[in-house]
């Protein structure tokens, strides 16, 4: 039986965030005294996955060096971007470290506490090509929203405004085909997973919105990074 496998997407600067975490990735951003992404791997750790494939860019041997002293009982490797390839190239490279078909993919500066298992057993009932887990919040507006049918399909996206009404957004946790991405991908090597594969892809192939309802933080801005501290003291997989 092959090994569940997931990756994370951690090449990102954290350039917003630098004002409250100086010049550390924004994944090695602390959060409740802790990295964020040690809650990512925890998260994984509890579904039981086996293989974790970390995509590094900016300060790549910090990262390592932080995961590596955790002693996970999780395979971790690492996918190096030598340049920036935006996440859709990161994406692609990552992929080429995993065995599997399905392979469930999360960005490195957002938690969405949901069930891997319903997530993933929605994604193959569906024969989804790719799908989101999405998170209804009040105030959509700097997220972009995403229209999806009553069965799941994905409809329409809708761009960031200053609208505070609520919405459906991306929580960033993704199910993906490897080779249907594979077979997909743009032929420049730097290309945007959201823009140049699911918003450019979705009218045409089985894209799925599954939407969770557990706890959601981006800490990509100051405001919600200061959250995510707070919100973290008492949070259950800490």
Known sequence: MMKKEAIILAGGIGSRLKEVTGEKPKCLALVNEKPFINYLI??????????????????????????????????????????????????KKALSLCSNEQVLVLNGDSFFEIDLNEFSFYHDYCGADFTLALKDVPESGRYGTIEISPEGN?????????????????????????????????????????????????????????????????????????????????????
């Open 42 to 91: 925890k998260f994984l750790e509890n579904f039981e996955y086996e293989k974790i494939i970390i995509s590094v860019g900016y300060q790549t041997e910090t990262i390592q060096s932080h995961i590596n002293s955790l002693n996970s009982k999780v395979e971790i490797v690492y996918s190096k971007e030598d340049s920036p390839l935006g996440t859709g190239g990161a994406l």
């Open 154 to 238: 994905v409809l329409r996206f809708k761009e960031k405004n200053s609208s505070n009404e609520s919405g459906l957004i991306n929580a960033g946790i993704y199910l993906v085909r490897k080779n249907f991405y594979l077979e997909q991908c743009p032929k420049q090597e730097t290309f945007s997973l959201e823009k140049d594969i699911v918003e450019a892809l979705y009218s045409r192939f089985n894209f799925r919105g599954w939407m969770g309802r557990g706890y959601f933080i981006d800490i990509g801005i100051p405001e919600d990074y200061k959250k995510a501290n707070d919100d973290f003291k008492r949070f259950a997989n800490k």
